[in-house]
């Protein structure tokens, strides 16, 4: 599993939108877009199987990091669109500091205690920013 995987499913394991269901056979969880709400599908190993990407709510070019609390998960279209729309405005332009403020609300709104069988990737990713 690579770190990617882990940081993922330490995502899911924060969000309380992710919950455990069946693709087919396989165990996976199912949870919504940071932004749209629209449904992700993550494989039980961390493999999006939707277009499921790291949003990272202050933007890594404004030194944003790894930390539980300034990732999320989110659709491909809608990553893509604040990356080119926001995340390239200056640190201190107040619609990208008024949309990082609405994703951390949201994002603590959804704010879980991790599952047991996912604890071990939030600590992981504790210890990995």
């Known amino acids: 599993m690579t770190g990617k995987q882990r940081r993922v499913l330490a995502i899911v394991a924060t969000d ?10 396989a165990a996976v969880w199912v949870g919504a877009c940071i932004h749209c709400k629209s449904p992700l ?3 039980s190993d961390g493999t999006p199987i939707s277009a499921a990407t790291i949003e990272h709510l202050w ?3 404004h030194g944003g990091d790894n930390a539980l609390a300034n990732i999320a998960l989110a659709c491909g279209a809608c990553n893509r669109g604040k990356g080119k729309r926001h995340d390239t405005r200056s640190k ?13 609300a949201r994002r603590r709104e959804r704010w879980r205690e991790p599952p047991a069988e996912l604890a071990a990737h939030v600590a992981w990713a504790d210890g990995h920013p």
Not at 16 to 25: A, I, K, L, M, Q
Request: glycine share 4%; charged share 25%; proline share 10%.
């Open 16 to 25: 309380r939108t992710f919950e455990p269901s069946r693709h087919g056979t």
């Open 41 to 43: 599908t993550i494989a």
């Open 92 to 104: 201190q332009d107040p619609q990208l500091l008024a949309i990082v403020e609405a994703l951390r």
């Open 59 to 61: 933007p890594q070019r």
